[in-house]
T-cell receptor, first 115, second 111 residues
Framework: DSGVTQTPKHLITATGQRVTLRCSPR?????VYWYQQSLDQGLQFLIQ???????AKGNILERFSAQQFPDLHSELNLSSLELGDSALYFC??????????????FGPGTRLLVL | QKEVEQDPGPLSVPEGAIVSLNCTYS??????FMWYRQYSRKGPELLMY????GNKEDGRFTAQVDKSSKYISLFIRDSQPSDSATYLC???????????FGTGTRLQVFP
C-alpha cells in the first residue's frame, strides 16, 4: 500500500458527460501528480500541483482540469468525455522539492470507461 | 519520435533466467533514471533509482545507465514467477519533478 488513495476505483459513463476523480496524497507529501495510462500511449503525465499551486503541465487536454485543495487532496475533472478518454487515471504524490530526484508514490488508479 | 522508447514485449522467460529490459531516450538533459514495476490492475511502484551514469545493484536487480549512448537497462537475475509484471522506465531532468515514462515492457516468468 503506497499511502495514496484514489476514488472511485471504477467509473462508467457516457460520451459528453463530466466526471471527477479524487486523490488523497501520502501524509506529508505536498505534491500531487496526475497521469493517464492507455494501451497505446503508456503512462502520460498530465499535471502536477504543489501545495495548492499548479507547478507543471503535460499533455492535458483543455477539457480536463485539476485542482489541489488546502487539505492537499486533489481532483481531476474530465468534461465532454469522448470514447478515447477511456483509460486508467493514476494519481501520485511526493514531497515535491522540484529537483527531480524524488520517489513518486502511485495510487491504485481509477479505471474510466466511456460508452 | 517519443522522448523515451521501450520495447513493449511481451517477454516470456523460464524461471531462473536472467532478464534484460532496456530503454533508449533522446533528451540529453535527463539526469534521474528510474524503473517502476506495475502488476496487473495496480499502480506502478518504484523498483530502482539511479542518478546519472553508472550501475546500481539491489538484490537480484541491477540498473545501468549509459548517458553517452542514451541507454538504460534493468537486469533481473534468477527471475521468479512473482517478477511477472510490466516494467516501466522513467526519467526526469534536474529542476523538475515531471517524469517521462516509457510505454512499459510486459514480462512473464513461467515455472
Amino acid at each position: 500500500d503506497s499511502g495514496v488513495t484514489q476514488t472511485p476505483k471504477h467509473l462508467i459513463t457516457a460520451t459528453g458527460q463530466r466526471v471527477t476523480l479524487r486523490c488523497s496524497p501520502r501524509s506529508g507529501d505536498l505534491s500531487v501528480y496526475w497521469y493517464q495510462q492507455s494501451l497505446d500511449q503508456g503512462l502520460q503525465f498530465l499535471i502536477q500541483y504543489y501545495n495548492g499551486e499548479e507547478r507543471a503541465k503535460g499533455n492535458i487536454l483543455e477539457r480536463f482540469s485539476a485542482q489541489q485543495f488546502p487539505d492537499l487532496h486533489s481532483e481531476l475533472n474530465l468534461s465532454s468525455l469522448e470514447l478515447g478518454d477511456s483509460a486508467l487515471y493514476f494519481c501520485a504524490s511526493s514531497a515535491g522539492t522540484g529537483f527531480g530526484q524524488e520517489t513518486q508514490y502511485f495510487g491504485p488508479g481509477t479505471r474510466l470507461l466511456v460508452l | 519520435q517519443k522522448e523515451v522508447e521501450q520495447d513493449p514485449g511481451p517477454l516470456s522467460v523460464p524461471e531462473g533466467a536472467i532478464v534484460s529490459l532496456n530503454c533508449t531516450y533522446s533528451n540529453s538533459a535527463f539526469q534521474y533514471f528510474m524503473w517502476y514495476r506495475q502488476y496487473s490492475r495496480k499502480g506502478p511502484e518504484l523498483l530502482m533509482y539511479t542518478y546519472s551514469s553508472g550501475n546500481k545493484e539491489d538484490g537480484r536487480f541491477t540498473a545501468q545507465v549509459d548517458k553517452s549512448s542514451k541507454y538504460i537497462s534493468l537486469f533481473i537475475r534468477d527471475s521468479q514467477p512473482s517478477d511477472s509484471a510490466t516494467y516501466l522506465c522513467a526519467m526526469s531532468e534536474y529542476g523538475t519533478d515531471k517524469l517521462i515514462f516509457g510505454t512499459g515492457t510486459r514480462l512473464q516468468v513461467f515455472p
